[in-house]
């Protein structure tokens, strides 16, 4: 499956520490490290391991760090050829803090991550592209890449992120036939009245339960797995990992049929156990993006 991921592309400063500080308070930063991030390039660069073609869709500044980003995606694979350098532009950098237990605090910078927009899209974006894969972006840029998509005859998967209830995502929504979130945002979601995360009636939900695995919904049921137990070392990423191994595995077979028909239970479930494992490999690793591959998911599901 080819697929083409839109949305940040960021750079991250990851500072563990053993707790969070108290106001006015100060705590020593443990390990120190920075590489690339942004959930659109964690999942491409994930579905790349899973021996996925993906390509990226998005925007970086014209200085160093967006040259050292883009640099770190085309060696793992990821074709970069659609993402739009602002020259006068800055790369967004976030700054992650995480804790002992593996939890995160991010604070961040605008940047450039947004700085694509539609008189920079054309056909030649989705040439040779079967699935559209959006992450956290404009909400009209998303709603806009989401129709083209989807009037192209494309599947389209959509994780918007921490934002879902602050950013205007319905238009998107209604061209999106799978969505990702996590129990916040399944909370989020529920309580602004868009769409019943646990009772959809025209696509297909997925909510991720952190270390207690995820569940897909349906128009026709729910179908869940409990998923793997591991010691967390950094939670950041590891829900990107959950949409390229759950995605990779769905590459498979006819998740979307002429119909719009969901694909059986028996197929989320190998996409859930999937997921689950990339999730947990990413929770024990530093840093937002893992590098996956289908023996290291083996090693944790029989797929």
Partial sequence: MSVLCAG????????????????????RIERLIQSGGGSAANVAAGLVGLDQSASLYGSVGGDDTGALALRELDRVGVDCGHVFIDAEGTTSVKYLVVDATGEVMVFSNAGANEAFCSEDISAE??????????????????????????????????????????????????STDLLFLNQREADLVADSGVLS??????????????????????????????????DPVDLTGAGDAFAAGFLATLADGDWVDESGATAEAER??????????????AAQKVTARTKLSWAAVEGLAEI
């Fill in 197 to 230: 995360p646990t009772q959809p009636t025209e696509m297909t939900v997925v909510v991720k339960h952190g270390g207690d695995g995820a569940t897909v919904y349906t128009p026709d049921g729910e179908t869940t797995h409990e998923g793997f137990v591991v």
């Fill in 125 to 174: 974006l989705f040439r040779g592209v079967d699935h559209l894969h959006l992450t956290s972006q404009s909400p009209e840029m998303a709603s806009l890449l989401a129709r083209l998509a989807s009037d192209l005859g494309l599947s389209v998967s959509f994780d918007p992120g921490r934002q879902v209830a602050d950013r205007g995502y319905s238009e998107a929504l209604a």
């Fill in 8 to 27: 940040h592309i960021n750079w991250d400063v990851t500072m563990h520490v053993d707790s969070l500080p108290d106001p006015d308070g100060e705590v």
């Fill in 268 to 281: 989320y479930a190998d996409a859930l156990a999937a997921g689950n494992a990339c999730g947990a490999l």
